[in-house]
């Protein structure tokens, strides 16, 4: 509802991504993230490992999915699907069980939402291509040399067909970027054998530093698209940077065992997180006096506009959050809210 909103006030269109024949997409970085573990402690949603041992413990992780831009800070965090003990199995659940559930939730909730699928090399397989597929969505997958030897192979006797390209340019910055790339390549070996295009990337920056990155994607690459197509690969670091960076160490204390309960308090808990979070992220999107509030008073530092929310909320009546944000921007010098004296 609260994405529906921001969508329906225009706060997607920053978002936007656009590449070739691809027009106003919307790339979705997902990625799991460990909540909790214990060697203690569970309730009936943990998963367990190392079942019947001494060293037998319990855990919860989340897989969070996030509409990113490679300009933006900001992320649109959808709903988060808990990788949790499902009812009636008695396997763990796992990050690629938890992508099926998320996927179809993000379907059902979001039919016209025309995305770019962003993911890690777990993921880089025929299933989970197809599965991306019948959603009438694309995907950009991370693709390590090591895990796709097959893969590598046919790379290998494409080039010396011709039929591998290559595409090197200096940016405005002084970084070096150089690719090589082929369309319709054969990912595995054994049926039904999935074609994908590939992207091997390199980036050498101004003191020479190299970077490697090596992508699958069902975006056909030209000299065009090439470099968007690696950009929006490398957005997937803004989920493990703005949002579990953030979530872990800039005041919301995911990993915090605020309660853990016995049936689903600690899955509550973590969807409540991941709620302030989007609230949050569409006001540092969408409002301008949390903005201010955000970049004048705290510096930027997100913990430190939190101390300032906490301490007008222990002190103050407030009225609206506009009311509170316009005095941490001025400071209680020219609040307009009264002091709490009840
Ligand atoms: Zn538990």
Redesign the pocket.
């Known amino acids: 509802m609260l994405f529906n909103e921001v969508q329906r006030g225009g706060g997607l269109k920053g978002f936007r991504f656009s590449c070739a024949g691809l027009k106003d997409h919307y790339l979705l970085a997902i990625d799991g993230t460990g909540l909790?573990y214990?060697g203690k402690?569970?309730?009936?949603?943990?998963?367990i490992k190392n079942e019947g041992k001494a060293n037998e413990a319990?855990?919860?992780q989340m897989l969070a999915a996030c509409i990113v831009h490679p300009d933006r800070e900001t992320v649109l965090p959808l709903a988060p699907e808990p990788i949790?003990?499902q009812d009636g199995t008695t396997k763990n659940d796992c990050e690629k069980n938890a992508l099926k559930r998320l996927l179809s939730d993000i379907k059902r909730d979001h039919p016209q939402l025309k995305l770019v699928i962003v993911l890690d090399g777990l993921y880089a397989d025929g299933p989970t291509v197809r599965l991306i597929r019948s959603y009438g969505w694309h995907y950009i997958i991370v693709a390590k040399d090591g895990n796709h030897t097959s893969m590598i192979e046919a790379m290998d006797a494409l080039d010396q067909k011709g039929d591998v390209k290559r595409f090197e340019m200096t940016d405005g910055n002084g970084a070096k970027h150089w690719c090589r790339y082929a369309n319709g390549v054969p990912l595995n070996k054994t049926e039904p054998v999935e074609i994908v295009n590939v992207l091997d990337y390199v980036e050498t920056d101004k003191k020479g530093k190299r970077h490697t990155w090596g992508w699958i994607t069902d975006i056909p690459l030209t000299e065009e698209t090439v470099l968007p197509t690696a950009e929006g690969g490398r957005c997937r670091w803004h989920i493990e940077n703005e949002t579990f960076n953030t979530l872990k160490n800039q005041g919301y204390e995911l990993e915090h065992n605020y309660g853990?309960?016995e049936q689903h308090l600690?899955?509550n808990l973590a969807y409540l997180t991941f709620l302030a979070f989007l609230v949050d992220q569409i006001q540092q999107l969408c409002c301008p006096v949390f903005q201010k509030a955000l970049k004048l008073r705290a510096r930027g530092t997100r913990t430190y506009l939190w101390k300032l929310i906490l301490r007008y909320f222990l002190s103050w009546l407030i009225e609206s959050w506009e009311e509170m944000f316009q005095a941490i921007i001025h400071g209680t010098a020219a609040r307009k809210i009264q002091f709490d004296t009840s």
């Open positions: 909790y214990s402690c569970r309730c009936q949603e943990c998963c319990y855990y919860h949790v003990h853990h309960g600690a899955t």
